[in-house]
């Protein structure tokens, strides 16, 4: 049995700032995820993929938002439990909680925070009995390594973002490439959308409309992809890779059992604390909902600031937390590591620097 302040589960950006906004209160923290990395949807949807509204960072990839994200909570001392799925949460006599993993964890925490993103959720995949074997061979439902595709024949299935922007991204990399879309109408960016008709025009890429109905392999690697046309007729489209991205399928999976108050399967929470119909347990990010609620990654880290005071007020109910700040605080400093004792007094260090991201 592990005890803690506060279990945190999901370890996305905004599961990782609320470790942040906790260790600042003096709070610890462990943080479960099912998946065997930190780092959420940045990871998994869009890695290397361009951000442009975090605060005060121009641009930055998903990939190094995490990465900072990460440095800035080593202070902290954060305990990471990767590839581990919260299965049970109940709460004991004392108003604690017990939680237990996938993988046999079990956790005895005051507070629980869910910052569980979409949920679980896994890509609609090809359902094609010759797929299964090519999945992240030559068959793909993210990109993890761009450089992968370079000098290669591709082709990419879908109608909304991910597609349309990966098509973009990859279109200067790779010999040849082939949107496959069942129809004429896209979900993606207008401007998106016009710069892939641009390209086509341009004999850089091709978009062709249809079902895949088939794929051809040699030597357990893809050499075609057979798209059949509104018309019937089936072409075969020459290709070393297919990237299929038709969106996900997300779930709640467990949380959806722990009688936790739901609208649309999303979270109801307070937008004063972020607390649940639960006392106790808490939601930040993309899984909660109020109303106002925007989904971007800068809410929710404006969410993991004042859930950590409402945890804090939680675990420790009649302390006042005073608000202190950063640049003045001396009790913050030392927790941030960046102040030391000297004959009894303090002195401010410098914070370590980081260097300019590039995307």
């Given at each position: 049995m592990i005890n803690c302040d506060t279990v945190i589960i999901g370890a996305g950006?905004?599961?990782?700032?609320?470790?942040?906004?906790?260790?600042?209160?003096?709070?610890?923290?462990?943080?479960?995820?099912?998946?065997p990395h930190a780092g959420g949807q940045?990871?998994?949807?869009?890695?290397?993929?361009?951000?442009?509204?975090?605060?005060?960072?121009?641009?930055?990839?998903?990939?190094?938002?995490?990465?900072?994200?990460?440095?800035?909570?080593?202070?902290?001392?954060?305990?990471?439990?990767?590839?581990?799925?919260?299965?049970?949460?109940?709460?004991m006599a004392d108003g604690r909680f017990s939680l237990r993993t996938s993988a046999g964890l079990a956790f005895n925490a005051g507070v629980v925070i869910i910052a569980g993103g979409l949920g679980a959720f896994a890509p609609r995949t090809l359902d094609l009995p010759e797929a299964a074997r090519l999945v992240d061979r030559t068959l793909h439902y993210k990109v993890a390594q761009p450089a992968l595709f370079d000098g290669q024949d591709i082709v990419i299935a879908g109608g909304g973002d991910a597609a349309l922007d990966w098509a973009l991204a990859l279109v200067d990399r790779v010999r040849s490439l082939v949107l496959v879309h069942r129809s004429s109408t896209f979900r993606a960016a207008p401007a998106s959308v016009a710069r892939m008709q641009a390209l086509c025009d341009e004999g850089r890429m091709q978009l062709c409309e249809g079902d895949i109905v088939g794929l051809e392999t040699a030597d357990e690697a893809l050499t075609q992809v057979r798209?059949?046309?509104r018309s019937g007729m089936v072409q075969r489209i020459e290709a070393s890779h297919l990237l299929v991205f038709w969106g996900l399928h997300p779930a709640l999976g467990p949380i959806a059992e722990w009688g936790l108050a739901l609208e649309r399967q999303q979270l109801v929470?307070?937008?004063?604390?972020?607390?649940?119909?639960?006392?106790?347990?808490?939601?930040?990010?993309?899984?909660?909902?109020?109303?106002?609620?925007?989904?971007?990654?800068?809410?929710?880290?404006?969410e993991a600031a004042l859930c950590a005071f409402a945890a804090h007020a939680h675990l420790h109910p009649g302390d006042k937390v005073n608000l202190q700040y950063t640049t003045t605080s001396p009790a913050l400093q030392r927790r941030l590591g960046v102040r030391e004792v000297e004959r009894g007094d303090a002195v401010a260090q410098p914070p370590p620097r980081v260097a300019a991201s590039a995307a």
């Amino acid at each position: 049995m592990i005890n803690c302040d506060t279990v945190i589960i999901g370890a996305g950006p905004v599961g990782l700032f609320q470790v942040f906004e906790l260790g600042l209160l003096g709070l610890d923290a462990h943080v479960v995820d099912a998946v065997p990395h930190a780092g959420g949807q940045c990871i998994e949807l869009y890695p290397d993929k361009p951000i442009y509204d975090i605060p005060a960072v121009p641009v930055c990839s998903g990939r190094e938002l995490i990465e900072r994200l990460q440095q800035q909570i080593r202070p902290f001392a954060p305990q990471f439990h990767l590839g581990h799925t919260v299965t049970s949460l109940e709460r004991m006599a004392d108003g604690r909680f017990s939680l237990r993993t996938s993988a046999g964890l079990a956790f005895n925490a005051g507070v629980v925070i869910i910052a569980g993103g979409l949920g679980a959720f896994a890509p609609r995949t090809l359902d094609l009995p010759e797929a299964a074997r090519l999945v992240d061979r030559t068959l793909h439902y993210k990109v993890a390594q761009p450089a992968l595709f370079d000098g290669q024949d591709i082709v990419i299935a879908g109608g909304g973002d991910a597609a349309l922007d990966w098509a973009l991204a990859l279109v200067d990399r790779v010999r040849s490439l082939v949107l496959v879309h069942r129809s004429s109408t896209f979900r993606a960016a207008p401007a998106s959308v016009a710069r892939m008709q641009a390209l086509c025009d341009e004999g850089r890429m091709q978009l062709c409309e249809g079902d895949i109905v088939g794929l051809e392999t040699a030597d357990e690697a893809l050499t075609q992809v057979r798209v059949r046309a509104r018309s019937g007729m089936v072409q075969r489209i020459e290709a070393s890779h297919l990237l299929v991205f038709w969106g996900l399928h997300p779930a709640l999976g467990p949380i959806a059992e722990w009688g936790l108050a739901l609208e649309r399967q999303q979270l109801v929470v307070d937008p004063s604390t972020f607390q649940t119909s639960t006392p106790g347990v808490f939601a930040v990010g993309d899984i909660n909902t109020y109303p106002g609620k925007k989904k971007l990654i800068l809410s929710g880290f404006h969410e993991a600031a004042l859930c950590a005071f409402a945890a804090h007020a939680h675990l420790h109910p009649g302390d006042k937390v005073n608000l202190q700040y950063t640049t003045t605080s001396p009790a913050l400093q030392r927790r941030l590591g960046v102040r030391e004792v000297e004959r009894g007094d303090a002195v401010a260090q410098p914070p370590p620097r980081v260097a300019a991201s590039a995307a």
